[in-house]
């Protein structure tokens, strides 16, 4: 997830949620006095120091945030925390490296945790957080965080789509009010496109970035999903429905050209520059706009299929992942006691613009009205299954194919995509 909004397809600054420059990771070990990974037994030498290796969500923020985290950490508790920040173009590659090596920090913030979970690398909830912790997490983000049974990904911050617009083309065009359905949101997007002069009803990004994202919120506001009991259900036929729809947008000329080859970046960027009526976005792209200046908008829950349902929300996390190693189980407890006291979960959030993963977070938020949208719907966001160790293979199918339905057929697209995903992405 990145903070920026042309950042990362998982990020949530929103969105994810740009990109600082890569910090190499030394090849040194997890950590003076932490034990080999694996083990997780603390009945042996307890580890005096423990690493984390963390994405870098902004230039700003995110090193000064957990530079001082260090600090707060030593007093609490005596141990040392060594912090690798690392960008997100390379966190991946260098964090997959040091687990083949079987060199893994104690800690990874990363968008994946269940493949090293499938494989009894990681702590689970119950081993290193507390009950307090864990009766504070927003359920969503526990179901997201839970591999077989258990939680293994422990989220750090949130982000959640709404539908933004723009005032003076919906005033121009005689819309008097955001669309609450389909319906409606299709005669809204045909009369911004009616006022000529390079308007366009709506800024659709299908393109590679993300379309997983963009597909997701809308399925999810027609009773869709990625996966129903277990099952996939990519071609579902609300899901078939929806992308059709999507595509009769883009038939009907109420998009931007080519909008399954336009990244969500290139769609910000179009709302951005007034020429937009609609778009979907988060809160990274609402302070750009605010920094801006230039667009008069409007953020709204998301219109639904069916006349009078509630809008559903596509939510995004990240994961604090906690890797077994002899002796480090105690000084790794300590780190997420210490992360998810208010005073450091939520100062991290703001810092960084994101939303928050926490039922007491939620309730230090609502003093924000600009968040009141995301905020309502937050608790009951839906989110891809990153519980299911296939998922990032049948992510990036997703994201190179799905884009091809708006100039071919919709099903059959999905077909594809569900035989791939049944055969393991």
Not at 395 to 422: F, I, Y
Request: glycine residues 10%; contains cysteine.
């Amino acid at each position: 997830m990145r903070t920026t909004t042309s950042g990362h397809t998982a990020a949530l600054r929103w969105g994810g949620l740009a990109l600082g420059a890569a910090f190499a990771l030394a090849a040194c070990s997890g950590g003076t006095g932490a034990g080999t990974a694996g083990g997780g037994d603390d009945s042996g030498k307890k580890a005096t120091t423990i690493k984390l290796v963390a994405a870098e969500y902004s230039k700003d923020n995110t090193k000064a945030f957990w530079d001082k985290f260090a600090t707060d950490y030593k007093a609490k508790t005596g141990n040392t925390l060594e912090v690798q920040i690392v960008s997100w173009d390379d966190i991946d590659q260098q964090s997959s490296t040091m687990i083949q090596n079987n060199n893994p920090p104690d800690i990874l913030n990363l968008n994946a945790y269940a493949s090293y979970a499938k494989d009894d690398l990681l702590y689970s909830a119950d081993d290193v957080l507390s009950d307090s912790v864990k009766s504070d997490l927003l359920e969503a983000f526990v179901k997201s965080g839970t591999y077989d049974g258990k939680m293994y990904g422990m989220p750090d911050l949130s982000s959640a789509r709404a539908m933004f617009y723009n005032k003076k083309l919906f005033q121009q065009a005689g819309i008097t009010e955001a669309p609450k359905t389909w319906t409606e949101f299709q005669a809204d997007a045909k009369k911004v496109a009616a006022l000529g002069d390079g308007a366009i009803g709506y800024g659709l990004p299908l393109g590679p970035e993300e379309s997983q994202g963009e597909f997701s919120i809308w399925m999810f506001n027609n009773g869709g999903d990625w996966k129903k009991d277990g099952k996939w259900t990519i071609n579902s036929a609300e899901n078939v429905e929806t992308l059709t729809f999507l595509k009769s947008l883009a038939t009907d000329k109420l998009t931007q050209n080519n909008p399954g080859k336009t990244n969500r970046q290139d769609a910000f960027d179009l709302f951005a520059s007034g020429k937009v009526g609609m778009v979907v976005g988060f809160s990274p792209l609402a302070a750009t706009l605010d920094e801006a200046k230039k667009v008069d908008y409007g953020v709204a829950p998301m219109p639904t299929k069916a006349e009078g349902g509630e809008p559903q929300t596509f939510g995004v996390t990240d994961y604090l992942m906690a890797f077994k190693k002899d002796g480090n189980k105690e000084a790794v407890k300590a780190f997420y006691d210490l992360y998810y006291q208010k005073d450091q979960v939520n100062s991290f959030i703001k810092a960084e613009g994101f939303l928050p993963v926490t039922k007491s977070g939620i309730e230090e938020f609502k003093s924000d009205a600009k968040l009141a949208t995301y905020l309502e719907t937050l608790p009951n966001a839906h989110l891809t299954p990153t519980d299911d160790p296939t998922w990032d293979k049948v992510k990036l199918s997703v994201q190179q194919n799905l884009g091809t339905a708006m100039t071919g057929d919709p099903k059959a697209v999905l077909d594809k995509l569900q035989k791939s995903a049944e055969a393991g992405g």
